[in-house]
């Protein structure tokens, strides 16, 4: 079993930036392909960025050139950095693992999700 739980969502200006974490339990996290999705309500899970354990990154064209996604193996973590933050940015992020260790847009492909954050843009 893999706990995620997520940080660093919260409210900020159009324009400005927000780093989230995902913190993994468990021994293995290196070997897992993690994901970042975002959704609103009623709406189906977006994907937005996912990275290998090879460190294969794949994006949304939506937040290409604006968002990166990274880990940190030593911290079991996954961040993903958001700048340039935009209105349509609001939604609750959710991280996701996958512990064949690829990196997939399809939510049908992880394993195991966090709870979510809410990241608040404001206009």
């Known amino acids: 079993q893999v706990q995620l739980v997520e940080s660093g969502g919260g409210l900020v200006q159009a324009g400005g930036s927000l780093r989230l974490s995902c913190a993994a339990s468990?021994?293995?996290?290196?070997?897992?392909?993690m994901g970042w999705f975002r959704q609103a309500p009623g709406k189906e899970r977006e994907f937005v960025a996912a990275i290998s354990r090879s460190d294969n990154k794949y994006y949304a064209d939506s937040v290409k050139g604006r968002f990166t996604i990274s880990r940190d193996n030593a911290k079991n973590t996954v961040y993903l950095q958001m700048n340039s933050l935009k209105s349509e940015d609001t939604l609750v992020y959710y991280c996701?693992?996958?512990?064949?260790?690829?990196?997939?847009?399809?939510?049908?492909?992880?394993?195991?999700w966090g709870q979510g954050t809410q990241v608040t843009v404001s206009s």
């Open positions: 996701a693992a996958d512990i064949s260790g690829g990196y997939y847009t399809r939510p049908s492909e992880y394993e195991y």
């Open positions: 468990g021994r293995t996290f290196s070997s897992y392909g």
